[in-house]
Structures are given as C-alpha cells and as structure tokens.
C-alpha cells in the first residue's frame, strides 16, 4: 500500500541540537538550556502564528526564538545570534538517515520533506548533510503561510506526490505532529527519538521506533 514515505525534518531528519552543540560561543554548560528553550519557543511560535493568521515565515520564527531564548538564559549578543542562526542553516543528519533514505529508494518508494522550514532553510541543510538527491520532494509549509497542524499541510504534500493519504508513510520526532498526520489518515512511524510520552490527541501512529533505522521493517522491506 505504501507508494511515498514522507519525514518531518526538525528533530527527524535533521538534528536541531547540532546547532548549539557545534557552536564555540555557547557555554558547554548552556547548550542543552539553551537548545531545548529555543526549540520550545519555535514550535509555540509557529502555533500562535497559524492561530493568529500572523504568518510569518520559520526563519523569521527561528531567529525571533533565539532572541528569546538567549536574553532568557543571559546570553544575548548579536555575534552569538549570527553564529547560532548560521549553524541552525546547515545541520547535521542523524547518522541512521542516509542509508535508510538509500533503502527506501532502493525499493521503489518515494521520497520527500514535508517541513515548517523555508525552501533555503532546507536545501542548505540538505547540502550540510550530505542528503543530496535522497528525496523526490522537499516541501516547505511556505506556500501555504501557515504552520503544522493545518490539515492544509498534510494535503500539500499529497497533493503534490499525487497520492491518497493511505498510501503515504509519515515520519515524524514530534508526538504532535505524528498525530496530526494519523488523524489526517496517513500512516504513521512516530520516531520517539526523545522518549517522549504519548500525546492526549486525536489520531494514533501506527508504529513506534527509537530510530529511522527501524523503519525498513516497519514497512516490511526487511525482516523485523
């Protein structure tokens, strides 16, 4: 049944603590402070803007974040800001994502992003992390100027690939949004990467795994 697997890219595809981890100008005692709050206030912004019809595109929401973040955790200078934002642009892949894109390919599935992150957002991290040419689609929420979870977002991306939402694997890191998609009617891998606890929302993924490594057999293209 499933013809495209479609992933999430903060947190899923691309590490967004490799950001504060690799940059020189942040404490190493801060990092972690400092990574957790900006991401939560991302996410909080990208919500609050979808309910307020005040978009405004994720590198706008990312920057705005870290200001916050780093005047909350009295870090703020705009040499740390430009640093922080530039490393944000080119992030790392979680090491299991190469070789797991190359073998979904390698079976015939399609391929694709589906993210909050602008067009340059995402193709400079596509380049930074050495995913080039692992994925049919890259899609950004930009077009739409709204946020996940818009079922608006969901439809995009199977308007795009020409598919009905049954025959579409979504991957996410974020319980939230692994929801969404399910309740949508995607089939769903919610890749707990952080051990979090199950969401109160409508719709149930229909796979759990610890890492992108898994989701071959999930989807019964190696033995489990």
């Not at 967004?16 to 206030?41: G, H, I, Q, T």
């Not at 705005?64 to 922080?84: C, I, K, Q, Y």
């Not at 319980?175 to 409508?202: K, S, T």
Request: net charge negative.
């Amino acid at each position: 049944m499933i013809k495209a697997c479609v992933f999430d890219a903060y947190g899923t595809v691309f590490d967004f603590a490799s950001a504060a981890a690799r940059c020189p100008d942040v404490p190493e005692a801060a990092r972690a402070p400092l990574n957790a709050l900006w991401r939560d206030k991302q996410l909080q912004y990208t919500w609050l803007r979808a309910v307020q019809g005040a978009y405004a595109d994720f590198r706008q929401v990312t920057a705005e974040a870290l200001d916050f973040a780093l005047e909350t955790l009295n870090l703020a200078s705009p040499g740390r800001h430009e640093s922080l934002m530039v490393l944000f642009e080119t992030l790392q892949a979680f090491p299991e994502v190469p070789d797991m894109l190359r073998s979904l390919r390698a079976a015939g599935l399609k391929t694709a992003i589906l993210s909050n992150g602008t067009p340059r957002m995402l193709a400079s991290s596509i380049v930074s992390a050495g995913l080039e040419g692992l994925f049919d689609e890259v899609l950004s929420v930009d077009p739409l100027r709204t946020y996940k979870t818009d079922r608006r977002v969901y439809q995009y991306a199977l308007d795009r690939l020409g598919l009905q939402a049954h025959e579409v694997s979504f991957q996410s890191a974020n319980g939230w949004d692994a929801c969404a998609a399910a309740d949508f009617g995607m089939q769903v891998v919610w890749c707990n990467r952080y051990g979090q606890c199950h969401e109160r929302l409508p719709g149930q993924p229909k796979h759990e795994v610890a890492t992108l490594a898994a989701l071959p057999a999930c989807l019964g293209l190696v033995p489990a």
